[in-house]
């Protein structure tokens, strides 16, 4: 007798391009609805600060970079200043994000060339921005979407995941997962899709089990029945604004899990030094 996955599996075996992307399109719907404040979670006010934060954003929480920030900026509030810190006086500031001695060296050094190549100014384009040291293509499309409102997908571990679980892609590297999701989206979708997907990844849709039982996409997902399928389990484990009144876990408590989780909430690039930062 075959499993519910497996079933759900069989479901969608044999959909077509266009029916994938009127599922896609009808999941992205959902996911607009069930989350209305979708929005980058790392706290900014300029492109600047969006761009260091991502870039501190590798390897940690996004809840951790924000505890550092404002400090941070308020010691080197744009480009200029910070080009010019001490090393160790950043080092402390950012301590508690984790693999601060070379998070502190990338962020001086992008500094530095933000200032000698774009007169301190973020370049609002994927081309400039990924010459930048510790900016690769997921950076750039986080600021460029989120500072400049220039549409782009974050491929991050949350996003990579569910497409392949929603049947979007089949691939693992970054570059394909892109390609194969911008296909099936209008262009202007892009930043908020990220978003949405990103929310969906942290509260229901866990890299080690996701809540399928309480999933508002449950219909449309070709991987249905890979996690908890009982209702009332399953709603024990959403997390953040929609864990159980009775049972939230404090937000320190949420971010630890996630930050040490071997998936979530993790950058999808493994191994000992940061690289490039997430959403
Ligand atoms: S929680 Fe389950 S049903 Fe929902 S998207 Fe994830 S795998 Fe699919």
Known sequence: ?????????????????????????????????VYPNARCELDFETPFQLLVATVLSAQTTDIRVNSVTPGLFAAFPDAESLAHARIEDVEQLIRSTGFYRSKAKNIVRLAGELVERFGGEVPASQKDLVSLPGTGVKTANVVLGNAFDIPGL??????????????????????????????????????????????????????????CGACPI?????????????????EKMLRFEMAPKAEVEPEAAASKAEATAPEAGRTSQPGPAPREGRA
């Open 154 to 211: 974050t491929v991050d571990t949350h996003l990579g995941r569910l497409s392949r679980r929603m049947g979007f892609t089949t691939h693992e590297d970054p570059a394909k997962v892109e390609a194969d999701v911008v296909a099936l989206f209008p262009k202007k979708d892009l930043t908020l899709l990220s978003h949405r997907m990103i929310f969906h990844g942290r509260r229901i849709c866990h890299s080690r089990r996701p809540a």
């Open 1 to 33: 007798m075959l499993s519910v996955a497996e079933k759900s599996a069989r479901r969608f075996a044999k959909e077509t391009p266009l029916g994938r992307t009127r599922r896609a399109r009808k999941i992205h719907r959902i996911l607009a609805e």
């Open 218 to 234: 449950a219909k449309l997902c070709p991987s249905f029945g890979i996690g908890e399928l009982d209702p009332v389990k399953a």
